[in-house]
């Protein structure tokens, strides 16, 4: 079975904007970052799919639930197909360090692993794209690459990646 290049994109901060909403449930609170676009489109044809991996601690607090959050996946889908890009998968971990540890939650790379495991990713070539520090050791950690950008910038801008 060929290897799948994959690109590893947290979701708040690097695909939507988190600025005005630190939860995004809402789906009238989803605003995408500049470039995410264009910019996952030069990936794309590279041969590269894309996966999200995304901390809701929202969940385990209560504020909005699993069907919350998996509607905005789907319209994350929804909005890539629009563009000609296909996600294709979403792991996010549900828990909150206040109600007992977990694996999943970034910095843990079990979300990562799970899904370089399940689709038979090529990890020389597949890397993650993070805001936090979190991202960037749950990468590490899985034993990919990964980039640090700046929360909600305009994707464009950047040339390592
Ligand atoms: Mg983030
Ligand atoms: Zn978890």
Redesign the pocket.
């Known amino acids: 079975m060929e290897k799948n290049k994959i690109l590893f994109l947290d979701r708040d901060g690097v695909i939507l904007n988190n600025e005005k909403h630190y939860y995004i449930y809402r789906k009238s609170d989803m605003h995408y970052n500049l470039g995410v676009f264009e910019k996952l489109g030069h990936y794309a044809k590279m041969g590269y799919i894309f996966i999200l991996i995304s901390?809701q601690?929202g969940i385990?607090k209560g504020i909005y639930s699993t069907v919350d959050t998996e509607s905005i996946h789907q319209k994350i889908k929804t909005d890539f197909e629009i563009h000609g890009l296909m996600l294709a998968d979403d792991f996010y971990?549900?828990?909150h360090p206040q109600n007992g540890h977990?694996?999943?939650?970034k910095p843990?790379s079990?979300?990562i692993e799970k899904a370089l495991a399940k689709w038979n990713a090529d990890l020389a070539q597949s890397f993650m794209v993070g805001d936090s520090e979190g991202d960037i050791e749950a990468a590490t950690r899985a034993g990919i690459k990964a980039y640090k950008i700046e929360p909600n910038s305009n994707l464009m801008l950047y040339t390592a990646w």
Do not use: D
Not at 102 to 105: G, S
């Open positions: 901390n601690s385990s971990c549900p828990h977990c694996f999943c939650r843990g079990l979300l």
